[in-house]
């Protein structure tokens, strides 16, 4: 028994133990030596009391002394989760924010363009040429910054820009009439003898783009980029 004990088994110690004396009560009908009721009843009791500490150590978490831990962690969570929601609705509110200033920005109309108004004065060697009741003698670009018309002493198309004080002449446009201005304003077309001709403000000589014409008074050049001509 007390080499049982030694070696650690103290179960196998305690059990031997009793037994002993179970054995000496039966075979000898006589009480046991003091001494080894004494070690068995010692054994006992450590080992009792090794069993309960792993249950006392299991039973650590619902000490109530842990419980003030836990509790207190609580606000924490709460804090983030309320954290959390504001920080979302501010999100979504800045997203209605931005969605709303884009649509009203899509919707709203476009502001209306600026009237210009102004006075070009011409230069008497560059007076337009006389009109007549089917022609017309003036155009202006697109956007506003080019007037073309007939005139100066050999009636050739005049371009004036609205910035400038004088007009630049087109070789080869004598005695043409009705100028008209491209979609894009970088050419000019005209009519000379009832035939269509177009020039480039880059320079060039006139291109005749329908020569069939009887009884035309004026053309026009549309956005689909096709000259439309009036008989």
Request: aromatic share 6%.
């Given at each position: 028994?007390?080499?049982?004990?030694?070696?650690?088994?103290?179960?196998?110690?305690?059990?031997h133990?009793?037994?002993?004396?179970?054995?000496?009560?039966?075979?000898l009908?006589?009480e046991?030596?003091?001494?080894?009721?004494d070690?068995?009843?010692?054994?006992?009791r450590?080992?009792i009391?090794?069993?309960?500490?792993?249950r006392?150590?299991?039973a650590?978490?619902d000490?109530?002394?842990?419980?003030?831990?836990?509790?207190?962690?609580?606000?924490?969570?709460?804090g983030?989760?309320?954290?959390?929601?504001?920080?979302?609705?501010?999100v979504?509110?800045?997203?209605i924010?931005?969605s709303g200033?884009a649509?009203?920005?899509?919707?709203?109309?476009?502001?209306?363009k600026?009237?210009?108004?102004?006075?070009?004065a011409?230069?008497?060697?560059?007076a337009?040429?006389?009109s007549?009741?089917?022609s017309?003698?003036?155009?202006?670009?697109p956007?506003?910054?080019?007037?073309?018309?007939?005139?100066g002493?050999?009636?050739?198309?005049?371009?004036r820009?609205?910035n400038?004080l004088?007009?630049?002449?087109?070789?080869g446009?004598e005695?043409?009439?009705?100028?008209?201005?491209?979609?894009?304003?970088?050419?000019?077309?005209?009519?000379?003898?009832f035939?269509?001709q177009?020039?480039?403000?880059?320079?060039?000589?006139?291109?005749?783009?329908?020569?069939s014409?009887?009884?035309?008074s004026g053309a026009?050049?549309?956005?689909?980029?096709?000259?439309y001509?009036d008989?």
């Amino acid at each position: 028994m007390r080499a049982l004990a030694a070696a650690g088994d103290r179960a196998g110690a305690v059990q031997h133990a009793r037994l002993y004396q179970e054995l000496v009560r039966q075979a000898l009908e006589m009480e046991p030596d003091a001494e080894i009721a004494d070690l068995a009843a010692a054994l006992s009791r450590h080992a009792i009391t090794e069993a309960a500490a792993p249950r006392h150590r299991s039973a650590a978490p619902d000490n109530p002394s842990v419980t003030p831990s836990v509790a207190a962690s609580t606000p924490g969570v709460k804090g983030r989760s309320r954290r959390d929601r504001t920080v979302l609705y501010a999100v979504i509110a800045l997203a209605i924010l931005v969605s709303g200033t884009a649509i009203w920005g899509w919707m709203r109309p476009a502001p209306a363009k600026q009237v210009v108004r102004y006075t070009l004065a011409i230069d008497s060697s560059e007076a337009m040429v006389p009109s007549t009741g089917w022609s017309g003698r003036v155009a202006i670009s697109p956007d506003g910054s080019r007037l073309a018309y007939f005139g100066g002493p050999r009636s050739r198309l005049l371009i004036r820009t609205r910035n400038e004080l004088h007009a630049i002449a087109v070789p080869g446009t004598e005695g043409a009439t009705s100028p008209f201005f491209s979609p894009d304003g970088r050419q000019v077309g005209f009519l000379r003898d009832f035939i269509v001709q177009i020039a480039s403000l880059d320079g060039g000589p006139p291109i005749t783009v329908l020569d069939s014409l009887t009884g035309v008074s004026g053309a026009s050049w549309g956005p689909d980029n096709f000259i439309y001509a009036d008989a």
